[in-house]
């Protein structure tokens, strides 16, 4: 059983915002360094945003200013705000440990029209 789901994704404009979320089945934040993913068509996975356990953050240099990654423990779920989205942010996003990574999950697809 996968053990994070992702889920927010949709079709956006260029210029919005989107919420996505990332629901662990159980206390999966508290004890590990947690990355939002995203793979594009034709294009590997890359690491956009990761939080560590003490909540120091880092983000890629294409979302830097943009994306705000961050969780909440008590409800077992993280979250990647998305804002000024660009077409080149179309992707499908995942989340995932940072080191020991889980079996990846489905992803939630972002599309964002020019």
């Known amino acids: 059983q996968v053990p994070l789901v992702e889920s927010g994704g949709g079709l956006v404009q260029a210029g919005g915002s989107l919420t996505l979320s990332c629901v662990a089945t159980?206390?999966?934040?508290?004890?590990?360094?947690m990355g939002w993913y995203r793979q594009a068509p034709g294009k590997q996975r890359e690491l956009v945003a990761s939080?560590?356990?003490?909540?120091?953050?880092n983000y890629a240099d294409s979302v830097k200013g943009r994306f705000t990654i961050y969780r909440d423990n008590a409800k077992n779920t993280m979250y990647l705000q998305m804002d000024s989205l660009k077409p080149e942010d179309t992707a499908v996003y995942y989340c995932?440990?940072?080191?020991?990574?889980?079996?990846w999950g489905q992803g939630t697809l972002v599309t964002v029209s020019s």
């Open positions: 939080i560590t356990i003490n909540g120091q953050t």
């Open positions: 159980g206390t999966i934040f508290s004890w590990n360094d």
């Open positions: 995932n440990r940072v080191f020991n990574k889980f079996l």
